[in-house]
């Protein structure tokens, strides 16, 4: 074991890897150190393939080694490893602090099982301090913004601030893998997640928003020595 908590969660979800599978490949940090381990099986005779969840983790598995299939290819995968924003006890996730929500989404739902790791900072009683990333269509983004705030009223959230999310010393907005803007809806502290979810799903120009409910089935908390490994 390391003592970097992220990498530990990343090692204790290799056990959940077996001989010819098909594994959806997380983004972020705590997934691209998952990536790079499950390299090193790889190398060492596992045989896996992946489904990466943005351009930024195939471009990592495939200078590690890991095998790829495009998500077109395959009917479905046994195993999603990828990291979250938040977890909440009931296995509640936000998702998509770097922007890859909606293939990480995608993948999550053809999957299995879907095995969450992440460090203890991620485990929270309440989601919405961190906030929740909503990717929506570039045509509009302005007037979905102002419905994405409602959303966030109408549903009891205690914030109700969005903003667009930007890059750069232009502060240029973020475009994500499929060519969408994102929203970070400031919700403080989420009252319904299901009631927010289905409220931000019915809103024109939400492509996908980050609220993972009913997905993770696995959560594994890394720390300095090892990692949890908790299931429902
Ligand atoms: C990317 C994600 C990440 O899994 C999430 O942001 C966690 O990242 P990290 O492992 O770097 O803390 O949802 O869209």
């Not at 490893?81 to 293939?103: H, M, N, S, Y």
């Amino acid at each position: 074991m390391s003592g970097d908590p992220k990498a530990n969660a990343a090692r204790a979800a290799l056990d959940f890897i077996e001989h010819g599978m098909i594994v959806g490949l997380g983004t972020g940090s705590t997934s691209a150190h998952f990536v790079r381990q499950l390299g090193e099986r790889v190398a060492q005779g596992l045989k896996v393939k992946g489904v990466p969840t943005s351009e930024a983790t195939r471009n990592l598995a495939e200078q590690t080694g890991v095998p790829l299939l495009e998500i077109s290819q395959v009917a479905a995968i046994d195993v999603d490893v990828d990291g979250a924003d938040e977890v909440d006890t009931a296995f509640r996730l936000i998702k998509g602090g770097g922007g890859a929500l909606l293939r990480e989404k995608i993948v999550a739902a053809a999957s299995r099982r879907m095995v969450v790791i992440a460090d203890a900072s991620k485990w929270v009683e309440t989601l919405g301090a961190f906030p929740l990333p909503v990717e929506v269509t570039r045509f509009g983004f302005a007037l979905t913004a102002q419905r994405i705030a409602d959303a966030l009223r109408a549903t009891g959230c205690a914030g109700d601030e969005v903003a667009l999310r930007v890059a750069g010393k232009a502060n240029e907005p973020v475009i994500t893998d499929g060519g969408n803007y994102i929203i970070d809806a400031h919700a403080r502290s989420i009252r319904d997640a299901e009631a927010l979810a289905a409220a931000l799903q019915a809103i024109p120009g939400v492509v996908e928003h980050g609220l993972f409910l009913g997905l993770a089935q696995v959560v594994i908390i890394g720390n300095a020595t090892g990692a949890e490994v908790k299931t429902l």
